[in-house]
Every structure is written in structure tokens, then in C-alpha cells.
Nanobody, 117 residues
């Protein structure tokens, strides 16, 4: 059974930094895409950043230049380094992984990030 677990969220002041982690266990397949999403109550979940197995990355315009996504393929772990945080970054952050063959998505339970002004 695949388990996806996020960690590293918390409360930080505007301008501060946080580093999120996404640890995957139980995956017997090659993880192609790993992605970070975020969601605030009453809004749709939005894509923040993703990273492909070869290391190529993509970011939403709202976080470009402030967030950096990385991964450790050997450890099946993904990170999101967030700097210059803004109150509008406040959300629950979710990790999603994609099975490279079946294209099945697996989600974590989320970790809360709160940025105070």
C-alpha cells in the first residue's frame, strides 16, 4: 500500500521560510511526477510546483522565484523550500505522486502552512 506523508508545515511570519517534505513509502512502481498543491477553504486545489523524475521542474506564477522544489529519487522524497512567504501562501499543502506506468495519482493528507502578517 502506498503512503504519502507531508511534513514541515507550521506558523511563520511574513517574509519567513519553511521547508516541506513529502515522504513516499510502499511504492513498487517508478514515481514519474511529484507535485505540490495547495488549497484554502472554499477554493479549488491549485498546483504550486511539480518535478519530473529527470529533475525538470515547473512552478505557478504566484510562487516562481520564491519556492524551490526538489526530490531524492533514491529515498522517494520530495521537498519544497519556501522563502519570502506571504500571507496569501497560507493554505493546506498537499503532495501528489504519479505512477509512471498506470498514471494513478496518490495524495497525502496535507500539512498546514500559515503565514501571519
Amino acid at each position: 500500500q502506498v503512503h504519502v506523508v507531508e511534513s514541515g508545515g507550521g506558523l511563520v511570519q511574513a517574509g519567513g521560510s519553511l521547508r516541506l517534505s513529502c515522504a513516499v513509502s510502499g511504492a513498487s512502481f517508478s514515481i514519474n511526477t511529484m507535485a505540490w498543491y495547495r488549497q484554502v477553504p472554499g477554493k479549488q486545489r491549485e498546483l504550486v510546483a511539480f518535478i519530473i523524475r529527470d529533475g525538470s521542474t515547473n512552478y505557478s506564477n504566484s510562487v516562481k522565484g520564491r519556492f524551490t522544489v526538489s526530490r531524492d529519487n533514491a529515498e522517494n522524497t520530495m521537498y519544497l523550500q519556501m522563502i519570502s512567504l506571504k500571507p496569501e501562501d497560507t493554505a493546506v499543502y498537499y503532495c501528489k505522486i504519479v505512477d509512471g506506468l498506470s498514471r494513478t495519482n496518490y495524495w497525502g493528507q496535507g500539512t498546514q502552512v500559515t503565514v501571519s502578517s
